[in-house]
């Protein structure tokens, strides 16, 4: 052992009674022991056997979440408005590549793609009836245009707001 801090251990054991327990093995420190054990190691081990398995019960609900999300029509997001009026989107469908022309990710990244891809018009009426909704809470209903190349779509959309803690809806 070359002294240099160890990275924790995460690995199984088999218990008596033949259940299996997760383990997380943590090397503390060293100190040179007395001239019979020339090194002393000290550490901990924890029991992570509920983190591990609520760490599978997550992955499997988002998973859940993701398959429901892909087979829903048309596009999922979660948009937050701040306090200054900008717009972030959170999460995004991957649906929006086909709907739209940008990925997930861009959308998230620069919210203004989502919004330039409608008319000026459809646009302003847009952001009033967002204003209007995060405002007074009220559920978000909105008609609008698309056009891409001579592909034209219309599109619904619906949201409910929710103010959250630090302000922004």
């Known amino acids: 052992w070359t002294g240099e801090p160890v990275a924790p251990i995460e690995?199984?054991?088999?218990?008596?009674?033949q259940t299996t327990a997760w383990v997380r093995n943590t090397l503390l420190g060293s100190h040179s022991g007395d001239r019979v054990c020339?090194?002393?190691?000290?550490?901990?081990?924890?029991?992570?056997?509920?983190?591990?398995?609520?760490?599978?019960?997550?992955?499997?609900v988002w998973r859940r979440y993701e398959k429901i999300v892909a087979n829903v029509p048309g596009l999922v997001f979660q948009c937050?408005?701040?306090?200054?009026?900008?717009?972030?989107?959170?999460?995004v469908s991957h649906s929006c590549?086909?709907?739209?022309?940008?990925?997930?990710?861009q959308m998230c990244a620069d919210s203004d793609l989502f919004f330039q891809?409608?008319?000026?018009?459809?646009r302003s009426c847009f952001y009033r009836k967002l204003a209007e909704s995060a405002e007074r809470l009220t559920p978000l209903?909105?008609?609008g245009c698309h056009t891409s190349g001579k592909k034209?779509?219309?599109f619904q959309g619906t949201a409910r707001p929710e103010r959250l803690a630090d302000g922004c809806v």
């Open 141 to 143: 209903v909105w008609q």
């Open 11 to 17: 690995y199984r054991l088999r218990r008596k009674d």
């Open 97 to 105: 590549l086909e709907l739209i022309g940008v990925t997930a990710e």
């Open 152 to 154: 034209v779509r219309w």
């Open 80 to 91: 937050m408005m701040r306090d200054n009026g900008q717009f972030q989107f959170t999460f």
């Open 117 to 122: 891809a409608f008319s000026s018009e459809d």
């Open 38 to 60: 020339g090194l002393c190691l000290e550490g901990q081990i924890q029991d992570i056997t509920k983190q591990k398995q609520a760490e599978r019960d997550l992955e499997q």
